[in-house]
Structures are given as C-alpha cells and as structure tokens.
C-alpha cells in the first residue's frame, strides 16, 4: 500500500500556486456578486493541510486572512464572523497535521499501511506452527473492542518434535499499548529463537527490566511440548495458570507461579510437567479470556475449547473466545493429542 508522496519543489510550488490562486477567485467571486460564504476557502485549506509543507501552509494561510478580512470589512456582519472563525480553525487543525506529518517523515496513509503491516507481523509470528501426525495447536484471538491492536500477543515454535507455545499479556490495552507490544512480540520472538527452553522466560524477564519501564510489565505463560512423549513443560510469570482437559471431558488445574516480566531482576521460573495422552490438551489462556466475575471463570473458555474439538481439533487460528465482555483482550492457546475421546 502506498501512502501520500512526497512532493518535489517544483511540485510543492506548483500545488501552492493553485491553491492561493482558487483562493483569490473565491475572494473575487464574492466581489463580483457571487453569493458564497467564506466557509468555502475551508477547502484549499485542508488540501493545503494534507499536501504541502508548514512553510507552504502558513504562505496559504495568509492569503486567506487576507480574502477573510477584506470579506469581513465589506460583510460586517455575525454570520460573516462565523464563517470566517471556522475557516481560522480549519487553518489551525491544517498546520497541526502537518507539522505531525512533517515530524512522521510519511503522509497519513503511509502511517496506517506501516502499523496495520506491524500488527499482521505480531499476529503471524504467532500462527500455530505446523504440528506432528496427530498433534494439533488452535488459537483464539479477540481485541478488547474489536481494535486493530491487542495488549495480548502469542508466540509459537517448531525444532524438530519440539514445539513451544507463549502467550504474553502486556499491561494496557488498545493503542496505548501497541507500541510495547510490537517491541516485545519481537524481542520474545527471538529470546524463544535462541534461548533454552527453560532460560526463555528468566531472559524475557531480563529483557523488560532492562527496558527500566516506569509501572509497565507483561506477563506471560509457556508450554514446551515433546510430541514423541506427550510431555509438556509448563512456566508462568505473573499469568493465569494453564488447564489440562483430559480425554474424558474433566478439566485439571496446573499448579505453576512465577513472578510477572520486569517486577525482578534476578526472577526464576519453575517447571511443572504435565504428560498428555489421545484425547487430552492444554489450554493457556490470556485473563481476558476468563469470566472473573463468575463463580466458574474458565467456563467461556472451556466452551471454546469444546466446540473446537467438536469441529475436529484443527490446527491454526481457529478457535472461537466466548467470553462475556470484551472490555479486554482475549487469546486462548489449545495444544491437543488427538485420539479416542
């Protein structure tokens, strides 16, 4: 996708000269009797405010002070003072935007194409990755709102039958927090790249205390799975537990802790292993996934995961988040060994 293009200067020049020109003709139009009000100049203005730089807006910008007051010397009136006091602020928001394109480097749609494409990457890097003959990974993603961003992000590896899984809940939400996620997302990404498996969590602790956040954190949940065993090892860092559904429908709670990513410097995180058989998953979930107001808070996602098994167990993006609100975001994670239920 291609945003606004920069302009040359003989560009600019020439865009500039139209611009005060359709001016001047709007101010000699009212002269010669045409019945206009001066809202209409909103329109160079805002082509001015979109296309050419401040230097060029302010040179339009007096042009039009200038038709505005020879307008109002000759219309002295409250509906004259009106108009003229919304093309002044139309003025203002113009040079506004574009001393924030000015310190952007890149026009508006240029800015979405760049973070639209970021928040796919986030989203991709996470994709569940191709499993073992009878393994599958499904994953559930939900934006608080429906936003374009998410304080939540997963992450998924596969070397050899070792196949690691994360999700990562950064404190925040929407656009408030797209920026730290996208940085984390990241960084993570690599750390589960290059780590041993039992170092990644107490690197990616190291890794945000180093970033010396005021009051911001993340924290986060991650299975390391040997799909020769069945065996799964589980860490936690300030995150909700995972769950074990076994074949039988009954649903098992793991016991892990950790301290959340960036609260300590020298933090360790424990393993608790559990061992899956045909039939059986894992669920990591993200705190907006669960009903905390609910006596049963795993409830919505033990639906999900239902109905996800009843579609097959397919591997990738498709499990379904049911929980009641959407005042945050939801992620689930389902790591199945398919078999007889």
Not at 19 to 36: A, E, F, I, N
Not at 135 to 155: E, N, Q
């Amino acid at each position: 996708m291609s945003g606004v293009p920069r302009l040359t200067g003989m560009s600019e020049r020439l865009l500039l000269g139209v611009l005060v020109l359709s001016v001047v003709l709007l101010g000699v139009g009212k002269r010669v009797g045409l019945d206009y009000v001066p809202v209409a100049l909103t329109v160079p203005v805002l082509i001015g405010g979109w296309r050419l730089p401040r230097r060029s807006l302010l040179a339009l910008g007096g042009v039009v002070g200038v038709v505005l007051l020879v307008h109002l010397a000759a219309n002295p009136d409250l509906r004259s003072y009106i108009a003229a006091g919304i093309v002044v602020i139309v003025l203002l928001l113009s040079l506004r935007y574009a001393r924030l394109r000015e310190s952007w480097g890149m026009g508006m749609r240029t800015g979405m194409a760049l973070l639209l494409t970021l928040r796919d990457q986030v989203r991709s890097q996470g994709e569940p990755p191709p499993m073992d003959a009878g393994w599958a990974m499904g994953r559930g993603l939900r934006s608080a709102g429906d936003a374009a961003f998410r304080g939540d992000f997963t992450l998924a590896t596969h070397d050899g039958a070792l196949v690691q899984a994360m999700v990562v809940d950064v404190s925040g939400h929407g656009l408030d927090v797209a920026p730290r996620a996208v940085q984390l997302a990241g960084a993570f990404g690599g750390l589960l790249r290059v780590s041993s498996p039992e170092a990644t969590l107490a690197a990616c602790n190291t890794y945000v205390v180093r970033q010396e956040w005021d009051h911001d954190y993340a924290t986060a949940v991650h299975a390391i799975l040997d799909q020769r065993t069945g065996r799964v090892e589980l860490r936690c860092a300030g995150h909700p537990p995972p769950r074990v559904r076994r074949a039988d429908g009954t649903w098992e709670d793991v016991m892990v802790r950790g301290v959340a990513l960036g609260l300590m410097p020298a933090a360790t995180y424990g393993a608790t292993s559990v061992t899956l058989g045909p039939g059986d998953t894992v669920v990591l979930v993200s705190d907006g996934a669960l009903d905390e107001r609910s006596d049963e808070p795993w409830r919505p996602v033990e639906h999900a995961v239902e109905r996800w098994w009843a579609d097959g167990a397919p591997s990738g993006t498709t499990l379904h988040p049911a929980a009641p609100s959407a005042t945050d975001d939801q992620t689930i994670i389902a790591v199945a060994r398919r078999g007889d239920r």
